[in-house]
């Protein structure tokens, strides 16, 4: 059974990997058969691949700023959070900030489901 501790263990390390753009250590943390869905992606993202693939052009568009949680429960093997995160983008330096909220599914220590809540308006 997933813990408290091993979840903000988990995100933890998540978090710190995105903010270095560690890709590959960002990666590792996600099951090869995981799913990804926000709000602008009315399907959802099947494999690491896929995600990594997002991962990785939106790490050419955007630098990370910020990315810190303000709320975390667990429930069995399930992870909700509140979050903020701050992004730069690369060619105008413009600085983008969102809040949203989420659910993931871990198993094994692996996040291997993750569903995003927030406003795609707050990108605009």
Known sequence: MLT???????FEKRRVAWL?????????LWAEDMTF?????HEPLRGRDAF???????????????FDFAHIAVQA????AE??????RRDDHRRLEWRGMSIAEIRDG?????REYWNPMALM
Request: aromatic share 8%; glycine share 2%.
């Open 52 to 66: 990594g693939e997002l991962v990785r052009q939106s790490s050419q568009i955007t630098r990370p700023l910020r």
């Open 77 to 80: 093997d399930l992870v909700l």
């Open 4 to 10: 408290y501790a091993d979840a903000i263990a988990l």
């Open 110 to 114: 692996m996040i291997v489901m993750w």
């Open 20 to 28: 270095q753009e560690d890709l590959d250590t960002y990666l590792a």
């Open 37 to 41: 869905q926000s709000p602008v992606h």
């Open 83 to 88: 979050w903020v995160i701050a992004v730069e």
